[in-house]
């Protein structure tokens, strides 16, 4: 698998992005309005939040989806179009109309996302109006302006792309994300894009994409809050593949490509926790030694939801004590006698008590950008690894003057 340069949803074969201001936002040097097409047919697959109260969008997508079939996805920010009732629904569907008839589509084969400030109607005839201008504007170089399109309160566009050697051929792996706060699985304020070029089934699609999910956008968290919205949507198109050729779950090249879909998902995960509202690090929660997976990350979110050990982060305070905490009222099996705690790769806690450190030292290293946490729980051989950030006077500005 390799990195490609400045990759984005559109480094895949036929597929074609566009970002623009619409009026959704005030600020008309602000884009707001995004759209990803496959000008190839792309079978399709999505997961979306489990909070029970949804926004219009992914109700109109999952109507949308019944044949796992989408060519195009049309997506704003400004606005989540969430809890706004029929009219809401209305909305969704009319975005979705429209960029139909743009691109010369059936209503079916276009999906809707929505982000924003829950409870507003959309300005619809100002995003009907923009929209053939958008189509108008689709490119293969205009990946990182869809990307633009969907920003909220982020602070740089997110987007990324693999290229990855199959059996059958050479093919690309591309996407695009949004997410600042809101952040928790399962999943959290965030949209996600991602295209390939592999021609997929849509039941398999379905599968890499759920797998991709749980390791990584389900591994992230900020502030404990599961939006109404958060969706990750995924195209694959065939055209990197000779015809009739069709990559599958449980094959050899479907293991591969499924690396590259985790492998993207991983990057704009880790891409949405850096850049978390008010933010100032990253921190990577690794947890070995668990008896399975589902433990090791349950251990994991534990410590990353824990509003005191995040300050402890963003104040470099070397504070042991609020990770074992936070481990210890995880929900899981273990035994405090064994666990091991390090750092940025200094030993904090072993063999139940805490060890000799240099805090001064430490608490040197903790003004770095990317903070390790690594927990080992020396109960078996399973690991997962969680991604959060510190939590910081910015994020209580942001988000108590959000809608002032």
């Known amino acids: 698998m390799q990195e490609i340069e400045n990759g984005s949803i559109t480094s895949p074969k036929r597929f074609q992005g566009a970002g623009m201001h619409a009026g959704v936002k005030s600020d008309s040097s602000i884009k707001d309005l995004a759209l990803v097409y496959s000008t190839a047919p792309a079978t399709a697959a999505a997961v979306y939040t489990k909070n029970l109260v949804q926004a219009a969008p992914i109700h109109v997508d999952r109507e949308h989806l019944q044949d796992g079939v989408a060519r195009a996805v049309i997506l704003n920010s400004g606005n989540a179009n969430a809890c706004t009732g029929e009219a809401g629904m209305d909305h969704a569907r009319r ?13 079916s084969d ?5 982000t924003g400030l829950i409870g507003s109607q959309l300005p619809i005839e100002k995003i009907e109006t923009a929209i053939p201008l958008l189509a108008g504007s689709l490119s293969d170089q205009g990946g990182p302006d869809a990307a633009l399109g969907i920003m909220t309160t982020d602070t740089f566009a997110k987007h990324c792309a693999v290229e990855v050697e199959l059996d059958a051929r050479t093919v690309r792996v591309g996407a695009i994300a949004k997410g600042a706060a809101m ?17 997929v089934p849509s039941a398999d699609l379905k599968t890499m994409l759920s797998a991709a999910v749980s390791r990584t956008f389900n ?14 949507i995924a195209m694959a198109n065939g055209a990197a593949l000779a015809d009739g050729v069709q990559v599958v779950a449980n094959s ?15 990057e704009m995960a880790k891409a949405i926790a850096r850049d978390a509202e008010g933010s100032t690090k990253l ?22 939801n824990s509003n005191l050990v995040k300050t402890a982060m963003f104040g470099c305070d070397p504070n042991w004590g609020r990770i074992l905490c936070a481990v210890g009222y995880s929900g899981v099996d273990l035994d405090p006698e064994r666990v091991e705690v390090q750092l940025c790769g200094t030993s904090i806690y072993a063999d139940g008590a805490g060890t000799a450190f240099d805090a001064a030292a430490l608490s040197t290293a903790m003004q770095a950008e990317d903070i390790p946490i690594d927990i080992d729980l020396r109960a078996g051989s399973a690991s997962a690894q969680i991604f959060t950030c510190d939590l910081t006077y910015d994020y209580v500005r942001l988000n108590a003057e959000y809608t002032t």
Do not use: F, W, Y
């Not at 975005?95 to 209503?107: D, I, K, S």
């Not at 050899?252 to 991983?266: Q, R």
């Not at 921190?283 to 990353?304: C, F, H, K, M, P």
């Open 95 to 107: 975005m979705c109309a429209a960029t139909a008839a743009a691109l010369g589509l059936v209503n």
């Open 183 to 199: 952040i928790a699985p399962n999943m959290a304020t965030m949209l996600a894009l991602v295209s390939t070029d592999a021609r």
């Open 252 to 266: 050899a090249d479907g293991h591969k490509l499924g690396e590259a879909i985790e492998a993207v998902c991983s």
């Open 110 to 114: 276009v999906l809707v996302c929505s």
């Open 283 to 304: 921190i990577t929660i690794q947890v070995n030694g668990a008896r399975g997976e589902q433990e090791a990350r349950q251990v994991g979110l534990s410590v990353a």
């Open 219 to 232: 591994c992230i968290t900020v502030d404990g809050d599961m939006s109404t919205n958060d969706t990750v």
